[in-house]
């Protein structure tokens, strides 16, 4: 039985050194790049709301991407990047707001706001808070998931 053991144990250590020895360690990453980056992405989004512009989206949007919309609307990479290039007729301006980022190895959260004007429709003027959580994958932060809200106006 003595014997089972050491040999179950070091079939155990030689498979975890194994697996250690085979995942390539990602490169380290410079936190503060990577905050501006983030906050840098994250207005250039809010910003395509505007203009139309999707080259921005899909560098900044993973493949596996889903979000929530303010009406409860899941939505895929796909649905995200048709959305943008529809968007700019129904609005003049979307300007992003005070970003909070904060780092968990290579995922990050950023949350913040964004101030937004429609061309036309109530409310013409509002403002969106929202939730992005960024994935590091081999050296490059994408946005997987994503959550819109409208908060009511102050005095609601």
Do not use: C, H
């Amino acid at each position: 039985m003595a014997r089972l053991s050491i040999s179950i144990a070091a079939t155990v250590a030689l498979l975890m050194g194994a697996a250690g020895a085979a995942a390539a360690p990602t490169p380290a990453y410079e936190q503060r790049a990577a905050e501006r980056y983030i906050i840098q992405s994250e207005a250039q989004w809010a910003d395509s709301l505007a203009t139309g512009k999707t080259s921005d989206v899909e560098r900044i949007l993973a493949d596996d991407f889903r979000g929530v919309d303010p009406d409860g609307t899941m939505s895929d990479r796909a649905a995200m990047l048709a959305g943008t290039r529809v968007s700019p007729p129904a609005f003049i301006s979307n300007r992003i707001g005070p970003v909070t980022v904060r780092f968990y190895g290579d995922a990050a959260v950023a949350q913040g706001s964004e101030t937004w004007e429609r061309r036309s429709g109530e409310p013409r003027k509002g403002r969106f808070v929202w939730t992005d959580t960024w994935i590091r994958r081999d050296g490059v932060w994408k946005i997987v998931a994503s959550e819109d809200l409208i908060p009511p106006e102050p005095g609601r």
